[in-house]
């Protein structure tokens, strides 16, 4: 018998930090098969997805402040470790699972989902795919992805580059399917406000998206934090806002060994400068220039048709991510932002990115609701799982990603994974969090000082 969908699907989605979670969640009400999240609901009914949400216990968990400023509600949420995960799997009934990790851990989940799903036809599509823009590791990452039914491609130049990747290698690359970044959307910019600031009137706003690791130096993050600082004084009328992922101690996807918070109190902004948290789209309702080095969030504004501009100051680089914007238009420095430049985007690349503001957004997940559906319908159940790596083609490498989720080259725990069958206690949750606040503290103060005693 074929895995029945019911009225509304169940769908689980596993998530190792705030940002990934987003993207999962999301990508799980849009790519639900049946009615869309998007679809009014008539008085009475329930519309979309059922989803449950898992939070991969590691570094990057997001506290419940990063998960509110987030937004995204799930039908129930909860910490597991990866073997934790795996027997909620085990007894789970679900028709979707989206994979929402790093690829290592994507790795880990799809090998020890193939034991634990072993001989049983009836289990859930796996999806997986990438939070944003794909810059680096490319090969890495994506091999690291193969083995799910569906990899997510953000765009038709990331599904063509997907494509190439696997068949380079011999992998079938039948799994790629195109879809877009799930969180765009939001009203399109109406054009500039009174930068006077009459009353009644809210100023121009001049919105700058910083990063956790890019740049990831102090000098160039001084630099960028100065040049902003600089701005606001220039443009008293300008209100000038940076906005931050986390507050110092936090995590995310990325680790954030300086964050800003720290640096801006050497200095003293003028009073139309600030620090300002929250949901991305929120902040682009008040946005009229978008300034970024490479973050996601230069999408979601171009998308929306909002002033951006990707910051050349620190040079094109693969290592800042921004050279993935050559092409686009948007290129450019603080002198010629100061000097009152504003790019404008190139359509066609604009097109290529998925984030076109033409309409056809609404129909970007079209195709993948129809391989869920039509694999939910196959005949005799999905087949085994079956990812590039195996302990034949990659015994030097699986063996090591396995082992960093406690599982064994066959995707079995290893003895003495850490597991649970309830919530741990009282002393279980200080150590957990003493441990947490350790890491942290090293990679924010720790790291920073034997690096720099290195460059003596």
Same mark, same amino acid.
């Given at each position: 018998?074929?895995?029945?969908?019911?009225?509304?699907?169940?769908?689980?989605?596993?998530?190792?930090?705030?940002?990934?979670?987003?993207?999962?969640?999301?990508?799980?009400?849009?790519?639900?098969?049946?009615?869309?999240?998007?679809?009014?609901?008539?008085?009475?009914?329930?519309?979309?997805?059922?989803?449950?949400?898992?939070? &991969?216990?590691?570094?990057?968990?997001?506290?419940?402040?990063?998960?509110?400023?987030?937004?995204?509600?799930?039908?129930?949420?909860?910490?597991?470790?990866?073997?934790?995960?795996?027997?909620?799997?085990?007894?789970?009934?679900?028709?979707?699972?989206?994979?929402?990790?790093?690829?290592?851990?994507?790795?880990?989940?799809?090998?020890?989902?193939?034991?634990?799903?072993?001989?049983?036809?009836?289990?859930?599509?796996?999806?997986?795919?990438?939070?944003?823009?794909?810059?680096?590791?490319?090969?890495?990452?994506?091999?690291?992805?193969?083995?799910?039914?569906?990899?997510?491609?953000?765009?038709?130049?990331?599904?063509d580059r997907f494509r190439a990747v696997y068949e380079g290698v011999g992998a079938d690359a039948s799994a790629v399917t195109e879809v877009a970044l799930p969180f765009?959307?939001?009203?399109?910019?109406?054009?500039?406000?009174?930068?006077?600031?009459?009353?009644?009137?809210?100023?121009?706003? #001049?919105?700058?998206?910083?990063?956790?690791? #890019?740049?990831?130096?102090?000098?160039?993050?001084?630099? &960028? &934090?100065?040049?902003?600082?600089?701005?606001?004084?220039?443009?008293?009328?300008?209100?000038?806002?940076?906005?931050?992922?986390?507050?110092?101690?936090?995590?995310?996807?990325?680790?954030?060994?300086?964050?800003?918070?720290?640096?801006?109190?050497?200095?003293?902004?003028?009073?139309?400068?600030?620090?300002?948290?929250?949901?991305?789209?929120?902040?682009?309702?008040?946005?009229?220039?978008?300034?970024?080095?490479?973050?996601?969030?230069?999408?979601?504004?171009?998308?929306?048709?909002?002033?951006?501009?990707?910051?050349?100051?620190?040079?094109?680089?693969?290592?800042?991510?921004?050279?993935?914007? #050559?092409?686009?238009?948007?290129?450019?420095?603080?002198?010629?932002?100061?000097?009152?430049?504003?790019?404008?985007?190139?359509?066609?690349?604009?097109?290529?990115?998925?984030?076109?503001?033409?309409?056809?957004?609404?129909?970007?997940?079209?195709?993948?609701?129809?391989?869920?559906?039509?694999l939910l319908g196959r005949p005799g159940g999905l087949p085994p799982l079956t990812p590039y790596y195996t302990p034949v083609t990659a015994p030097g490498y699986l063996p090591g990603i396995l082992a960093r989720h406690h599982l064994g080259?066959?995707?079995?725990?290893?003895?003495?994974?850490?597991?649970?069958?309830?919530?741990?206690?009282?002393?279980?949750?200080?150590?957990?969090?003493?441990?947490?606040?350790?890491?942290?503290?090293?990679?924010?103060?720790?790291?920073?000082?034997?690096?720099?005693?290195?460059?003596?």
């Open positions: 018998m074929p895995v029945s969908t019911p009225k509304r699907p169940r769908i689980a989605v596993l998530a190792d930090s705030d940002t990934r979670w987003k993207w999962g969640a999301l990508t799980a009400a849009r790519i639900a098969p049946g009615p869309s999240m998007e679809t009014a609901p008539r008085e009475g009914a329930q519309v979309g997805p059922l989803v449950d949400g898992f939070l &991969l216990r590691g570094r990057a968990t997001p506290t419940p402040r990063q998960l509110e400023e987030v937004g995204v509600r799930a039908d129930s949420l909860r910490e597991v470790t990866a073997v934790e995960f795996l027997r909620a799997m085990a007894e789970g009934s679900y028709d979707v699972l989206v994979l929402s990790l790093v690829g290592g851990g994507v790795q880990a989940m799809l090998h020890g989902l193939g034991r634990v799903w072993e001989n049983r036809p009836e289990r859930p599509v796996v999806v997986t795919g990438y939070v944003g823009v794909v810059y680096e590791k490319l090969a890495d990452g994506l091999l690291l992805r193969h083995g799910a039914d569906l990899v997510l491609a953000n765009s038709r130049q990331d599904a765009l959307g939001g009203a399109p910019y109406e054009g500039e406000h009174d930068p006077s600031a009459q009353q009644g009137r809210r100023p121009y706003t #001049v919105v700058f998206a910083a990063q956790p690791s #890019v740049p990831e130096n102090r000098k160039d993050r001084t630099y &960028l &934090l100065n040049r902003l600082v600089q701005h606001a004084r220039r443009h008293p009328e300008r209100e000038v806002l940076l906005k931050l992922r986390s507050k110092p101690g936090e995590h995310t996807t990325h680790i954030e060994e300086l964050p800003y918070q720290k640096l801006v109190q050497r200095l003293d902004p003028p009073a139309n400068f600030r620090l300002v948290y929250g949901n991305m789209g929120e902040v682009l309702d008040r946005t009229d220039l978008l300034v970024t080095v490479s973050s996601t969030a230069a999408l979601e504004s171009l998308h929306r048709r909002v002033p951006t501009v990707v910051l050349t100051d620190l040079g094109i680089r693969e290592s800042l991510g921004n050279h993935h914007f #050559v092409g686009s238009g948007c290129l450019a420095s603080w002198d010629q932002l100061d000097a009152g430049h504003r790019p404008v985007p190139d359509e066609e690349w604009v097109a290529r990115q998925g984030v076109a503001a033409d309409g056809s957004y609404d129909s970007a997940f079209d195709a993948a609701r129809e391989r869920i559906a039509k080259p066959d995707g079995t725990p290893l003895p003495g994974a850490p597991a649970a069958d309830k919530e741990p206690g009282p002393v279980r949750q200080i150590v957990r969090r003493a441990a947490r606040g350790a890491y942290r503290h090293g990679v924010q103060r720790v790291a920073p000082v034997i690096r720099r005693m290195g460059e003596l």
